[in-house]
């Protein structure tokens, strides 16, 4: 039983990052890490290019805290997007 959950737990975790990355474009994340906490789920995205991510005021990301409230049932989801200094040196930017 308890292999089910949590082959049906890194299943939804992977639909999760597949579906932030094709909503943000391929070319613009690196990576999407997934912490959950108390307080609620932290989505954790890598990019060389913060301001594409983010938006004019923040719309982007606002728009996305939505979709990911209401397609995958997230309480209280945070976005946090962190910097790439060195692009060339990441093979996924």
Request: proline fraction near 4%; avoid cysteine.
């Amino acid at each position: 039983m308890e292999e089910k959950k949590f082959v049906k737990f890194k299943k939804d975790e992977f639909e999760i990052r597949e579906f932030v990355k094709k909503y943000l474009g391929k070319g613009k994340v690196s990576k999407v890490n997934i912490e959950y906490t108390p307080v609620g789920e932290k989505i954790v995205i890598l990019t060389s290019r913060p301001g594409l991510i983010i938006g004019r005021g923040g719309e982007k990301i606002t728009h996305l805290t939505e979709v990911l409230k209401k397609k995958f049932k997230f309480e209280n989801p945070h976005i946090e997007i962190n910097e790439i200094l060195n692009p060339y040196l990441d093979s996924q930017s």
